[in-house]
């Protein structure tokens, strides 16, 4: 790339006593910052002109990969296209210049909008009533813990410390649960990643006195449809525990069943992957805790301040506005055909160690031909080359070379081809030039990095 030209850092690009900006003149007349408060050495800020900071940041925003650029099958993620009506619905000044701390009631509008998002996660879900406070699916399975705990400890009953998890969880569920201070009893799969249920029994039977709750993900983390939860909600509600419904991808869902109506009392949802807010890097985030009728007065007043990510919320409220009632029925469906769809296409050259009608994404386990030694790492990296973005890899562990792939319902039959034809591709080239395939990326700014050596040597500092 031309970061030679450009600079890696803006830093590097500093010449003293360049200058490209000017500040707005002080409309305050003249108030000195008392002595105390002043600098007593300018700040260290980099010194450059315009055309090299505006040229500088365009490039590296072009190094970057998003669903604005390509296709982004990541499973287990949902990330879905973001319809721009989105961004100029959260990016109204009305709604953006809001001060947290403006007397309420300037704030009718903003108000209304949480009210009717709650209100629409409601219908979505079955549920009585929603929190929007969490920042994050992590801070939303937290808070809903919280309730779980709180609702145990208005009853008295003080002894129920656990939480069951099943093996095949999303990394966050054990760890809030460890975060809200419970401990965790493992629930073991069957071979496609649904709860075993005779284990659960189990479980239930030696610890079901002490059992604050079992968290689940439907679809699971295979994106198959958990048979049996009627029994498993029977199972848990009969040993006095509760529900919690992990929610962070509820795309499959959507027009199809609702949690609330399947037994669960507790569920978070990530607004930034089911209700399309651009994600990822770590934020911006949404997940809103919603409760079954009778556990309303568990919800927190303050597990953030104000009303969390407004513009996130926002963002969910337009995107829900703005496909109704009879289009949400079909995010649903057509999460579950595109995903299909991939998978039926491509499962001669690709390991599909669970054959069936998948939800909204599957999994593979690498390449069919093992012959050639081509991992699923390298078919990861060579479809840098073409331009897409890596679906999941190595996750879930219930298999050596999981390759987890999801389209999400908003992309159109000539992407998925693309991919699909891609894929085929590389499969091919697997065949015929192995190395070629075994040393990509080839068209990226940088190479295939050595992870191994990043992994016992992280350089962790520029
Ligand atoms: C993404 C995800 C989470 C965590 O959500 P964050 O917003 O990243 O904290 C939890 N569970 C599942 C199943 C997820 O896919």
Redesign the pocket.
């Known amino acids: 790339m031309n970061n030679r030209l450009y600079g890696n850092l803006i830093f590097e690009l500093s010449k003293e006593g360049r200058q490209g900006c000017s500040l707005p003149k002080n409309r305050f007349g003249h108030h000195e910052l008392p002595a105390s408060m002043q600098r007593k050495e300018p700040a260290a800020l980099p010194e450059c002109d315009e055309p090299t900071v505006v040229r500088h940041y365009t490039n590296l925003s072009a190094n970057n990969f998003g669903v604005d650029n390509g296709f982004y099958p990541l499973g ?3 990330m879905k296209y973001n319809p721009k009506i989105n961004e100029e619905m959260a990016a109204l000044p009305q709604f953006q210049n809001l001060h947290p701390l403006q007397p309420a009631d300037t704030t009718r509008g903003a108000q209304a909008v949480c009210t009717l998002l709650k209100r629409s996660l409601c219908a979505l879900t079955g549920l009585a009533e929603f929190t929007l406070k969490p920042y ?6 937290l808070t809903g813990l919280m309730v779980i705990r709180k609702y145990h400890e208005q009853r008295g009953d003080m002894q129920r410390t656990k939480v069951i998890v099943p093996d095949s ?2 990394g ?2 054990p760890a809030s649960a460890a975060v809200c201070g419970l401990d965790i009893i493992e629930v073991k799969s069957y071979y496609d990643g649904t709860v075993n249920v005779d284990d659960l029994e189990q479980i239930l039977e030696e610890h079901g006195q002490e059992v604050a709750a079992m968290m689940m ?1 439907n679809p699971n ?1 295979l994106g198959l449809f958990e048979p049996n939860i009627p029994d498993i909600a029977r199972m848990v509600h009969e040993a006095g525990g509760l529900m919690y419904y ?1 929610g ?2 509820l795309n499959p869902m959507l027009g199809a069943c609702r949690p609330g109506d399947m037994g669960f009392d507790v569920m978070h949802i ?1 607004l ?2 089911t209700f399309s807010t651009p ?1 990822g890097g770590g934020g911006p ?1 949404s ?1 809103p805790v919603g409760v079954r009728k009778g556990l309303e007065d568990c919800l927190p007043e303050h597990v953030s301040p104000f009303n969390g990510n407004f513009a996130v919320e926002m963002r969910a409220y337009a995107y829900i506005l703005t496909l109704g009632r009879e289009q949400m029925k079909l995010v649903g469906p057509l999460a579950t055909l595109n995903a299909n769809y991939i998978k039926e296409r491509l499962k001669d050259v690709y390991e599909l160690p669970i054959a069936g009608l998948c939800k909204h994404e599957f999994v593979f386990d690498g390449l069919k031909d093992k012959s050639t030694g081509v991992t699923t790492m390298d078919v990861a990296k060579r479809l840098l080359d073409y331009g897409y973005h890596a679906p999941t890899i190595y996750f879930p562990l219930l298999f050596h070379e999981s390759l987890m792939i999801e389209p999400t319902e908003n992309e159109s039959k000539e992407t998925l081809d693309g991919f699909i034809d891609v894929m085929r591709r590389i499969a091919l080239e697997a065949k015929e030039n192995p190395d070629l395939v075994k040393t990509a990326p080839h068209n990226t700014p940088i190479g295939r990095v050595d992870d191994v050596e990043a992994a016992k040597h992280p350089v962790v500092k520029y």
């Open positions: 287990s993620c949902t994050a699916g992590a801070h939303g399975e969880a999303h966050t569920n993900t983390t992990d962070a991808n990530n930034h992957k994600h985030g997940g």
